[in-house]
């Protein structure tokens, strides 16, 4: 299995023709260096995205271990991901649906040559976000480390 690029994004949108812009970010309190990068949804159908992984296998290619770093950096923005969505008051959430978010997890990835959209589960409750987290964290620590098998190491 080879990982190219993957993205675990908290996403925001408004059905059905709303315009998102700054309005999650501002409801979950979140602030520049909170995450890798943030979209803003300036359009009718666009979401707004809070990036915790942007990585890029190709990043780490100078890297003595370019697998081990790249699946250090995914575990990394898992990390902070969680412990980011922890510190959050559990009415941020209450308060993004009362105002007609919708509001769920994206894990995109490249793996062998396909495009794979893991899961978009409804944030119904915050600790749906932080049980994700921690399963995705699992499999996708296990999924980077497989891409650092060698040939000839099993």
């Given at each position: ?128 976000f932080r049980n994700l987290l921690g399963a995705a964290q699992g499999a996708l620590i296990r999924a980077a480390a497989s891409t650092s098998m060698k040939p000839g190491r099993r």
């Amino acid at each position: 299995m080879a990982i190219d690029w993957i993205h675990v994004c908290l996403r925001a949108w408004k059905s059905p023709k709303g315009v998102v812009g700054r309005e999650p970010f501002d409801l979950l309190s979140f602030h520049e260096g909170d995450a890798v990068r943030v979209k803003e949804g300036v359009g009718a159908f666009e979401t707004s995205l809070i990036f915790f992984v942007d990585e890029r296998l190709e990043t780490y290619n100078g890297a003595d271990d370019p697998h081990e770093s790249f699946g250090s950096a995914i575990e990394s923005g898992l990390v902070c991901a969680a412990a980011w969505i922890e510190s959050r008051d559990a009415s941020a959430f209450d308060q993004c649906r009362a105002a007609g978010l919708n509001i769920d997890v994206l894990i995109d990835s490249w793996i062998d040559h396909k495009t794979n959209r893991w899961t978009r589960v409804p944030m119904y409750r915050e600790s749906v976000f932080r049980n994700l987290l921690g399963a995705a964290q699992g499999a996708l620590i296990r999924a980077a480390a497989s891409t650092s098998m060698k040939p000839g190491r099993r």
